[in-house]
């Protein structure tokens, strides 16, 4: 600093003599003409102070420097520092603040109150800013909480950062830790819930996935849902190989626990392979290999029955014999007489369901009612007409519903049935026949 200093006074110097040199007679009259010499040739006047000039270098230096002041080679502050004063011996030695040029500047906030913290700094670094800028989740996470855990859950609602809920505390117990039994806090809400788990969530009531009837496990008939939706069945009767119903060596047990046996090969009890006649009868073992007869039975231990329209009994009066036939034993044998009756009948009787469809209607002439002696009035009859073979084997007709209508009408009056129909539901009288 001091070199610096000394050149530019010694350029100072350098430049007023020359000018002396080169234009004298500008120059007034004076003693300092006697003073005046050519460099080198000067020596130690001029350096001693001879003449108006002080080159007295390091005396100004050392002044300004002592004062507090800095050599600027430029005569002016750096960027972003304030000009806050300047050596009057020497105007680049200045006092250059950047604290004030931040405070000239608007950067007047060193301070905040969380959640908000200082923002825009002052260019030149110091530790002054624009403004205080919220920032809840920084102050959050500089207080030491969290938005996500990587092992365990957030507390639900304890634990919670002041400026933003969504930060907190791990809680690294299990989900549904301590919640009471057959609740969780995945389960459905609507379900109702009960006290929360050591993290603080909500504990809801689980669907109930036992059966009342049946079992999950079981493959029979269904027996209901429960109310998680799983089917329950009712145990399967079923075995997969041999059955229940035989009695061979066990090979198995179904799913209601019953033993699953093999079929027996041999003849069920009080039966053999060998044939002893009679009534007895058969059967088979339980594979159906063999033929096992049971012990002789006489036919006359065994019921017998008639063929169908036969009677046990022999007809009684009013009915006649038509048929007989043998009682037959269960076992193939014949015994006893059946009889077949048929009813007697008058031979003028139509038979049983034997007359004839359709009908014949029939119109004419009634000349009177009984007698017609004392009265000449004429009558309309008509009516329908059936037929049937008797028991006598003849052809039988049979008229029925026969009305008249009164007169008198000319004997060759045309009589039609529409007439007469026509009147039937109001005459009730008979006609003779």
Known sequence: MKHTMLHMKLNSAVSVLAVAAAFPVLLPPSNALAGVCFLPDCGDDVLAGGGDINMNINEDTEYCENKGYTYYSSGQCPQYQAQVGKCSRDDHYLKCDPVKWCTDNGYNTQTCSLPSFVDGQCPNGKPYYKQCKEDRPRACREAGYVNSCSSGRLYATTNRCQWDSSYGKCCTASPSTGCPSNYSVNCDASRGSSGTDTCGYTCYRCCDDTCSRGSKDYTGSKAGTTECGSICRYCNTSCSSGSTSYSGSVVGYNECGSACRSCSTSCPSGTSTSNPGGCGGSTTNECGTKTCYYPYESCHTHSYSCPSGYQSSSCGSGYTQTDTASKSCSCGATTGTCYKCEKDH??????????????????????????????????????????????GGYEKYIYTNYYHVDGPFSGDATVTETNCQAKRATKSNWCSD
């Open 346 to 391: 008058d031979p003028d009787e139509c038979k049983t369901g034997n007359y004839k469809s359709g009908t014949v209607s029939r119109t004419g002439w009634c000349d009177c009612e009984g007698s017609c002696t004392f009265d000449a009035t004429k009558y309309i009859w008509c009516g329908d007409e059936y037929s049937c073979t008797t028991y």
